[in-house]
């Protein structure tokens, strides 16, 4: 339902910009944002509102990439330039795609790597990778931060199948 997947399909291109432990809370402040203007309905029944720069509001600095058009997360240690190979829909009674991307261009901060071997490689205990896992915020040692999603009408739909603010209870069973 959101803009990323049309600007894939579009662009056939992007980057993925890995945020580390240190980002959680500018990545937490994309939380309930989406690129897609009109906002779809049922992302603003979940709260969702249009946020046309998320660089802004997320407080990360925009840089050029080398090998595709998009934009990279300066701020991230590792970053991605990637093309889209192939995509698919994914799911049943969902709308959602699956994307297939090749990785054209690596960039990774040169402190995190290890000099040792025939090959410099990314040392496991330097990268402390952010991971987001069903709305909350962990790093290599556990939770980190809560999620404002975690309180969210997206969360009582994933976790109840309904919207509660909406004067009549909206049921997952419904299809738009």
């Given amino acids: 339902m959101g803009q990323t997947s049309d600007n894939l399909i579009r662009t056939r291109e992007c980057v993925i910009n890995l945020p580390s432990e240190d980002l959680v809370t500018h990545v937490d402040r994309l939380a309930l944002t989406t690129g897609k203007n009109p906002v779809p309905e049922r992302k603003r029944q979940w709260g969702y509102r249009y946020e046309e720069d998320k660089f802004g509001i997320a407080g990360l600095t925009s840089v050029e990439s080398e090998s595709v058009a998009r934009l990279r997360v300066l701020e991230c240690s590792i970053q991605m330039e990637s093309v889209v190979h192939d995509f698919r829909p994914f799911g049943e009674n969902v709308n959602a795609n699956v994307f297939e991307v ?13 000099e040792n071997g025939p090959r410099p490689h990314i040392d496991p205990v330097r990268w402390r990778l952010l991971i987001m896992n069903f709305c909350r915020f962990f790093g290599l040692g556990g939770v980190l931060h809560p999620s404002r999603m ?27």
């Fill in 102 to 114: 090749h990785i054209v261009k690596l960039h990774v901060d040169e402190s995190l790597l290890l």
């Fill in 150 to 176: 975690a309180q969210s009408d997206f969360m009582n739909f994933v976790t109840q199948g309904t919207i509660s603010h909406l004067g009549s209870s909206f049921s997952s069973n419904q299809r738009k």
